[in-house]
């Protein structure tokens, strides 16, 4: 069974919006930060955004601006709103969450691709 379900991903042309979603299972206690990461072809994973479960928040410098995290702690959900996308935006997006003793999860990874 999949700790993290992540949906929202597709193809969107370049100035256009998408939202993520993932949700974390109830099997994972104690959350601490939650967030996405993305990975282009080519390229390293990179963190996107995180969210502490105080709402404290991180970006990329590459998406400030233009992307917004947020989370719902009852409902371990966390969501990123892209907006004003472009292609260097394409990639596979991951959600993220460490707990309070340093234990990461993944998900499985959703495409956003930014195309005309």
């Known amino acids: 069974q999949a700790q993290l379900v992540e949906s929202g991903g597709g193809l969107v042309q370049p100035g256009g919006s998408l939202r993520l979603s993932c949700v974390a299972s109830?099997?994972?206690?104690?959350?601490?930060?939650m967030g996405w990461y993305r990975q282009a072809p080519g390229k390293e994973r990179e963190l996107v955004a995180t969210?502490?479960?105080?709402?404290?928040?991180d970006y990329a410098d590459s998406v400030k601006g233009r992307f917004t995290v947020s989370r719902d702690n009852a409902k371990k959900t966390v969501d990123l709103q892209m907006n004003s996308l472009n292609s260097e935006d394409t990639a596979v997006y991951y959600c993220?969450?460490?707990?309070?003793?340093?234990?990461?999860?993944w998900g499985q990874g959703t495409q956003v691709t930014v195309s005309s």
């Open positions: 993220y969450v460490r707990t309070m003793v340093l234990r990461v999860y």
């Open positions: 109830n099997r994972i206690f104690a959350i601490n930060v």
């Open positions: 969210i502490t479960n105080g709402g404290t928040t």
